[in-house]
């Protein structure tokens, strides 16, 4: 489980009164096994899920059926927080990547804790701002950037900078190269052959059903 590199952090929960956070974990907890759903649209109307341990691919599905990957939650975050101030309902998918364990917060809570802590209505409104500027930077790359640079940005942006054997760093097991296409808005098939490409050129590995990345390299 990568706890401390998740693809689209939304880990605010550290933001919240201590006593709160430990009156929401310690509710009771569901659990999911690898593959499950986990929410989907509408399902979950006034509660969202604070995600206890696993790790979580986040997607919405596009009506001739293609898999948008918006990106992958770990332990701490929410699924889906911008619900609980959206005026209109959002349509993610939630799949569990590993075993997860979930519990229910109901939105009202957060609305509640937010309108009485300035600081977290701060830090939400900086988090959010965050999350826009990636999200505009991602629409500049697609429109402008070919898609080996927007996989090679990505790969690194994935990689975990404190994890570094022999110069190289590892991706997430859990990262498939569907996965990859999704986030970066090209196909499956695309992704495996520059993967395997830059594997024929010694920047990047397979090792243990792992992909590592070679520290420093460039394309």
């Known amino acids: 489980m990568i706890e401390k590199h998740p693809l689209l952090s939304t880990k605010v929960i550290h933001l919240f009164d ?4 430990d009156r929401w974990k310690s509710r009771k ?24 341990e696993g790790d979580v691919r986040i997607f919405q599905l596009h009506e001739d059926g293609k898999e948008c990957v918006l990106g992958i939650l770990t332990m701490g975050d ?6 609980v101030f ?30 009485h802590t300035p600081s977290v209505s ?54 498939t190269h569907k996965d990859m296409a999704g986030m970066i808005a090209s196909s499956r098939e695309t992704v495996t052959f520059i993967l395997n490409k830059w594997m024929n050129n010694g920047i990047l590995k397979n090792e243990r059903q792992q992909l590592w990345i070679k520290k420093g390299a460039t394309l």
């Open 86 to 115: 959206a005026n209109m309902d959002r349509d993610p998918f939630a799949i569990a990547l590993t075993k997860v364990t979930v519990v229910k917060v109901k939105k009202q809570e957060i609305i509640d804790a937010v309108i």
């Open 29 to 52: 907890q569901f659990i999911f096994e690898k593959g499950e759903q986990i929410s989907s649209p509408y399902k979950q109307k006034n509660e969202i899920y604070l995600i206890i």
């Open 18 to 21: 201590r006593e709160l956070r």
């Open 122 to 175: 701060f830090a939400l409104l900086k988090h959010f701002s965050n999350q826009l500027r990636e999200v505009v930077g991602i629409l500049e790359q697609v429109a402008y950037d070919k898609v080996e640079e927007r996989l090679w940005r990505s790969l690194h942006k994935w990689k975990d900078e404190k994890w570094n054997h022999n110069g190289w760093h590892p991706l997430p097991k859990y990262l």
């Open 78 to 83: 929410f699924i889906d927080i911008a619900s």
